[in-house]
Each structure stands twice: as C-alpha cells, then as structure tokens.
C-alpha cells in the first residue's frame, strides 16, 4: 500500500511538472512567433487617436492581446493590417489579419487578435479604400538570422502612459509616467482645442492656504504657427499677461522662468503633435529642480495641489520672444481649474479617445474666380493622410491644404510642381490614375498635359457645376497620395464682389464692389487668428486700418482705426460712417465686411481725409494677431504676423501688383541724374563763370566738355528710365520737371551752334548777340534750377511709390549737397566781386562776355577757326548787356 502511494504521488508530480512546464513555456506552444512571453509595444498613433499596447496572449495561445486600445471610428473598411512595412506600396499589398471591424469607437476596451501564420513584421489599422495608416506596430522579424535583415527595435511610442486623469470632461487631459528612481516624471497633456490654444499645468504654491494661480510653477505647451511643438517653463507672480518690464520696473505677470533674474527652463520637450483637432504634448521634468525661487519641488509620493488652464496664445512679436497665455476665460472646470494629483498612485480614469468637434486641422484655402492658386510639390511634411510619398502637392505655399470651391466659379490653378506631377481633378481619395488599381474614377479637370515648373507654368481652368460631388481630391497621375481633398459648396465672397486679389505674401483676400458713391469690401485671412486688419496705405503707420475680431463673448465685430505710431497709444479709434457689417470666425479664419463711402460726408475729424478714389491705385496692407479689444488697447494688442510690402490695388480694373523695391535700372537713372544735374552741368555754368581769370581758353574748354557730359548722361538716364517703366508717362511731378529740364537743357548745344559772331575790339554787341547772350544765360541757369527741383520731386516719388526706408536720408543728403554749392558759389561771387569790383553787377553776371574767343569751336571735332581776321585774342573787352534802343 506505501509502495502504490509513493507512485501515485510521483505521478502527481509529473504532471504538476509538465503542466507547469506547458504554462511557463506557452510562447513556445504557438508555431507561428518566436517573440518571448515578456514582448510588449504600443501603438504608433497616426490617426483617429490610436492607443494601445500590444502582447502575446498570457494563456501561450496563437493570438495577441491588446490592452487599453482607443479608436474613433474609422470607415467600415478599415481593419487590422498585416503588412512587410509602413510604405504605400508594401500596405497595398498587405492582407487583413483580423476580421474585426473598426467603424465604431473603442474606448479604454481589451481585444483578443487570433492569428494562424507567421507573424509579420508590421501590425497596422489600415483602410484600403483610402490607403489609411492609422497607427501601427512593429515586430521583430522572426526568421531572420542576418542580423543586417532584422527589423531594429522600434523606439518607445511616446503617447502612451501609466496614467490618465480629466481635467476637463471631454475636452482636457493629463497623463503622467513617474520614474522614481530618476527622480522625473514625464507628463502628457491632450486638449481638444484649436492650435492656437495653449495648455498649461503645474503645481500651485504648496504655502498658500489653499489652491491658486498666483506663485504656481506652470509648463505652457502649445504649438508654434509652424506647427512644431513646445513646451517652456512659466512662474505666475500676478494675473496678467506677461509685462517683461523696463527701467526700474519688474517682471510681473505669466512670465517664461528664463526673463527671470536667475530664472531657467527646466522643462524638456519630448513630442508634440496635432492628430484630429487634438494637440499632444510630451515633457519631461525634475521632481526636485533645485530652483527655489520659481519652481515647485514635488514630493511624488504624497497628494499636492495642481493646476491646469487652456486658452489662446500670442505669438512672439518684435517686442517678445516668447509665446505668451492669454487669459483663459470661461468658467472654472471648463478653461481653468485646480485638482490634487499623487503622482505614485495609478489612475486610470479617461475612457476612450477625445473627440474634437472640428477633426480638419490642416491649412484650408479658399479659391475664387479672380487670384490663380500656385500648385507647386515640396517634401512631406505633415501630410494629413499617411502614408504619403516623398514628395507631395503644395497649394499657395501650404502642405496639401484643404481646398474650399464655389459651384459655378472659375478656379485658375497655376501648375508648377514639375513636369512628374500632372495635376488632375479626381473622384477617387488615392489618385495616381485609378485604372492601375483596377478602379473607376471620375476626372473632373487636368490629366497628362497640366504640368510645369515655375518658368513656365501651366494654367488649368476648373469650373465646378451643380453635378460635381461634395467632396472630390486634387491628386496627382503618376504619384497616388500627393495630394488632398475638394470641398465644393454653393456660391460665397466670389459671387457677391465684384473683384478680388491676393494681398502680399498670399495670406489674406481683398474683395471689393464699387459703385457710384460707394464701395463695399470684404476681406478673409487664409490662416488662423485672433483677429484681421486691412490698412489703406503703404504701411501700418499713418494709415487708416479696419479690424474685424470675434470677442471672448462671441460677438463680432469690426472698428475702424487711425495709426500715427507704433505702439497702442498710436491707434485711435474713429467714427466712420459703415454700414452692412459682417464678421465671422470659422475655425480660426477671420472673414469681416463692410461698405463706407468714397468720400465722407463730414469736415473736422481725421476719418473725414479718408478718401478713397477709384481711379488712384489705393495701397492695402494687411496684420494678424492673436486678441483684439474693442476698449482700451494695449501692447498686447499687436500684430504677430504682417504683410511684408503693400499691394497697390486698382478698383477699377479689378487687379493688383505688389510695391516693389527700388528697382536697380531706377536706381541707376536717379543716379546719372544726380552726376549730370548736381555736378556736371552745374559745374559747367561754374567753370564759365570762376575760371576766365585763367590765360588762354581753358575755361571754355571745360564749360563746353562739362555741359556736353552732362546732357548726353542725362539723356542716358531718361532711356533707363523709359526702358524700365516700359514707356514715357508724362503723369507725375518729378516727370514732367524732368521734362522741362530736358527741353531747356537740350537747348543750349541747339543754341551754342547758332551762336553770332562776337564783336571786335571796340565794336558795340549786335542785337542778335545781345538776345543770344540773354537766352544762353536764362535757359542755362533756368534749366540748372528746374533739374535741381526734378532731383528733389524725384526723391518724393521714389518714396510714394516705393515706400523706401532710405529716402528721407538720400533727400536730406541731397539738400546738404545743393546747400553746400550754394555756399562755394556765394564764396567765388564774393572773391570775384573783389577781384574785379570795377565791374557792374548787372555786367558781372554775364557769362561769356569777356575773355570768351570764338575763334575756337569746340563743336566742330577740328577745331577750325571760325574768326581768323580777329585782331587780337589778348585784348580784353566787357560786353555789358543793355536793353535795346529803337
């Protein structure tokens, strides 16, 4: 009987042995993975707000185990993936690994994957009609013995963590990783808000008596304009936006750590991205910073106090550096708030995804019939729809933006992406030509002829009908996915104005509809802001601007402002007489309209001079920004982003050109007309009148070189300057002194060739000599004074139609110059008065009446003598001019 239970006893312990042994080996039960029984990885999110972390099943089964998986719902074709890697191609030819559909919402679930084959180097969630990655996975190749084949393991996909808790039901996130041992902890925060919002959180000051902003250690995070991610540390000493202070005043408000007087950053970015309206951002901090003064120690291991705000951003600007919070708003729990956080406790309290109301966020354009939209192809980016090639479709400068047409409005594409990308209009998402992939598509416009490059473009002409779908995609032929999608709706702005143009940069459309009295305008930002300004003038200053912004209350609004300085005390609100005022936000575009007078009917008031005339090129500028108020502006208040230069806008014809820069072949006209009229030509009429004192005829020799000089150079200059404008317009100021110049100068040689004989010795002048006299000197010097006041009207319009910096230095250079030939000129009067102070003054002035030989000609190229029965060339005689006797 003992023998019996010891064997029954052994038997027991074998199979306690092998079923121990079948438990602990399970991964090995499964043929088809050699991944061990510890494997784990996340989900890479891509889109649709993927989450997950990935392991084999705990009971050695062949299936995968996934834990705290999240997922907007995705179309009814979308699946889990098996594929040999992320690019397009190898996802198109990849098979479905679960049958499982994925068009409803996962929230926080677990899922059990079976599988029967090896498994392949890449799990994904993958919509063939779309050929959508939205997330995926990487698993170490499992039959590779190179280790150059092996896939390398992936690197920590940074959107997962420990814990999640809400701060904000629906809306705002905190999820936090403590690593003790380090000493840091890595927190996320996820916000369904715009991207010119910030996300705050931190710690509040563990002395106060209870919870407040004031004293807190905050991290802002947010987005730049770029689209890259931040994440700075920020102290809050007082309730206001940051005021970096001057002479003798101090840093107050929600300030950056680093404009602190010892004060430093202490947060480090880890990542950042936007997915479907959702910002994420990742930072990593010290528990203990050692910086007392501005940061908060935190004890991981006991419950203190936090708090957390969102709201919109100011960008930097000329006077800051940095991206600064604006007053959050709202109510508390929804925009700001207080909790207590124990970071050593798990918490995992967020249930499915975030879902943002408005999942578009890329760059949106808005086409109409007027401004050709520019189609070039750039490196991807931040394409909306991965995978993408290499290489994708730009819009106007922005990455495969949404574009936005009118039924029944023409739009002009300028296609200069190269002559590999032929722009079509298509009904199928993927492009590339459906009819490879085996698909029917409609082609709506473009095909194999609509390519180019910038020098020479070519243009596509779309007319979208009452038969064109909702939605359809710009793709390219040759490439699928290079390009996005179409929304067409009914007709907007380009059916009620008349004319519109793209002002400077490609950021905001001007539309405008003249009428008899009056004109009615409209104008829309191409990207997101606080608010939207048009100036009528070449810059910011001393113009009259127009504001449209929604307030912090949601009403809309648009004032009219005049700008005599750069800071908030140069604004001054007006009262313009407008009327049929509109202004809209939507998703962050500003649209405002408006119709004034082109004349208003009032005297007295600085908004009376706003005069608008339509058949006057009327110069537009344009500023974004982050807030605007309607009461007392401040600082806060400017522009973060600005046109560069103005557009000069013609309302009549209904086009623009930009305000160049001071073209070269101009800058060289001015030039030669300075040499000619500032020195050559004055120069001249000085040689004859200072330097008869020298022997022979030198004198006449430099007045006749001189004068000659300075006409054929100033000829010169009127044929660069005719070259350049593409024509001789007799219009402005400064053309039509020039022409007086010109006329009177060309009429000296004119009047030097038919010069009559100066008298002999003794013999009193003829009447033709005397009348000659007088016209040589009188046109001379006439023309001297108009090319001088040509130079000066010429400096006047350099600065109206170029609005150069530089111009009130060149004219101030100008005057010094002509100041200081005056000053020679009274100088040499005053020594030649002393020298021959016999003379009358009325004879002193005459030029050429005294030492002149006409016997030389030096405008015949031999030099002939002209009076060879001359006496005497030494004898010196005055020629004084009197009024003719009858």
């Known amino acids: 009987m003992a023998t019996a239970g010891a064997l029954g006893l052994a038997l027991l312990l074998v199979v306690v042995v092998v079923v121990g042994a079948l438990v602990s080996g399970g991964s090995a039960a499964c043929p088809h993975t050699n991944l061990s029984a510890d494997f784990s990885a996340d989900f890479t999110m891509l889109q649709h707000q993927l989450r997950g972390t990935v392991r084999l099943a705990p009971d050695g089964s062949c299936a995968l185990h996934v834990s705290r998986f999240d997922l907007l719902a995705a179309s009814p074709s979308a699946r889990f993936w098996a594929a040999q890697g992320t690019s397009l191609s190898d996802l198109s030819a990849g098979r479905p690994f679960s049958p499982l559909p994925l068009n409803t919402t996962f929230r926080n679930e677990t899922l059990s994957l079976p599988f029967s084959r090896t498994l392949p180097p890449l799990l994904a969630l993958f919509d063939p009609d779309t050929s959508s990655d939205l997330g995926h996975v990487f698993f170490p190749v499992s039959n590779a013995t190179d280790s150059a084949l092996a896939t390398p393991s992936p690197a920590p996909v940074p959107t997962m963590f420990d814990n999640c808790l809400p701060l904000a039901e629906n809306k705002y996130r905190l999820r936090w990783t403590l690593n003790a041992s380090a000493g840091t902890v890595e927190i996320g925060l996820e916000a369904a808000v715009g991207s010119e919002y910030y996300m705050a959180f931190g710690w509040a000051d563990p002395k106060a008596n209870s919870p407040a902003m004031i004293h807190a250690d905050v991290v802002v995070t947010g987005f730049t304009e770029e689209g890259m991610p931040f ?66 120690p935190v004890i991981a291991t006991e419950e203190m106090a936090v708090v957390w705000a969102i709201g919109k951003m100011r960008p930097p600007d000329s006077l800051r550096s940095h991206y600064l919070p604006q007053n959050h708003g709202g109510p508390r729990d929804t925009t700001f708030g207080f909790a207590r956080v124990n970071l050593s406790e798990l918490v995992d309290s967020c249930r499915g995804p975030l879902d943002a109301d408005n999942k578009e966020d890329q760059e949106r354009i808005i086409a109409d019939a007027k401004t050709p939209l520019v189609v070039t192809s750039a490196p991807a980016a931040r394409y909306p729809n991965p995978p993408s090639p290499d290489k994708v479709i730009y819009i106007n400068k922005k990455e495969a933006p949404l574009l936005k047409v009118e039924r029944g409005v023409p739009v002009k594409l300028s296609v200069q992406a190269g002559h590999d990308v032929s722009l079509y209009i298509t009904s199928d998402p993927i492009g590339g030509n459906a009819t490879l992939r085996n698909k029917t598509e409609v082609i709506y416009a473009g095909g194999p002829d609509a390519h180019g490059v910038q020098a020479t473009p070519t243009e596509l002409v779309w007319l979208p009908d009452r038969n064109t779908p909702d939605l359809v995609y710009y793709q390219s032929l040759y490439e699928p996915k290079m390009g996005w999608k179409i929304q067409v709706v009914d007709g907007g702005l380009s059916d009620m104005y008349n004319s519109s143009v793209l002002l400077d940069d490609q950021q905001v459309t001007l539309f405008w509809t003249l009428s008899h009295d009056s004109i009615s305008v409209a104008a829309r930002g191409e990207k997101k802001s606080g608010y939207l300004a048009i100036g009528f003038g070449s810059g910011m200053l001393n113009s009259y601007a127009y504001v449209g912004w929604v307030d912090n209350d949601g009403v809309a609004r648009v004032k009219t402002y005049w700008i005599d300085g750069k800071s908030a005390m140069g604004i001054h609100s007006t009262s313009e007489n407008l009327t049929y005022i509109r202004c809209k936000s939507e998703n962050g575009i500003i649209t405002f309209e408006f119709t004034r007078p082109l004349k208003p009917s009032c005297s007295g008031r600085v908004e009376c001079n706003n005069i608008i005339d339509p058949t006057t090129p009327l110069k537009v500028v344009w500023a974004m920004g982050a807030s605007w108020s309607g009461n007392s502006l401040t600082d806060n208040n400017m522009h973060s982003v600005t046109s560069s230069r103005s557009i000069r806008v013609h309302l009549l014809r209904g086009s623009a050109e930009a305000e160049q820069d001071l073209r070269p072949v101009l800058a060289v006209h001015g030039f030669m007309m300075f040499v000619a009229w500032g020195i050559l030509l004055p120069g001249g009429i000085m040689a004859a009148r200072y330097l008869k004192s020298l022997k022979g005829d030198g004198w006449y020799q430099i007045h006749v070189y001189l004068q000659y000089s300075g006409i054929a150079i100033m000829l010169l200059g009127v044929l660069f300057a005719a070259a350049e404008l593409r024509g001789f317009y007799v219009s402005s100021v400064h053309v039509k002194f020039g022409v007086v110049a010109l006329l009177l100068g060309g009429l000296q040689p004119l009047n030097a060739y038919f010069r009559p004989k100066r008298p002999s010795n003794g013999e009193a002048s003829s009447r033709n000599r005397v009348l000659w006299e007088y016209l040589h000197v009188i046109t001379g010097r006439s023309a001297i004074i108009v090319g001088i006041v040509a130079l000066f009207t010429g400096m006047k319009h350099l600065g109206h139609r170029y609005d150069s910096e530089n111009v009130e230095e060149l004219t101030w250079a100008l005057m010094l110059w002509v100041l200081s030939a005056i000053v020679i000129v009274l100088y040499l009067e005053y020594k030649e008065t002393k020298r021959s102070g016999d003379r009358s003054f009325r004879g002193h002035w005459v030029l050429g009446n005294t030492e002149e030989d006409d016997s030389v000609d030096l405008l015949h190229p031999d030099n002939t003598t002209r009076n060879s029965d001359h006496p005497s060339r030494s004898g010196v005689m005055e020629v004084q001019l009197e009024p003719l006797a009858r």
């Open 231 to 296: 994440a700075d540390d920020y102290y809050i000493s007082d309730y206001t936006e940051c005021t970096l202070g001057t002479d003798g005043s101090p840093v107050s408000g929600v300030c950056p750590d680093n404009v602190y007087d010892e004060g430093r950053n202490d947060s480090r970015l880890v990542y950042g991205h936007r997915r479907d309206g959702v910002s994420f951002v990742r930072y990593l901090r010290k528990l203990d910073t050692e910086d007392a003064k501005y940061d908060v």
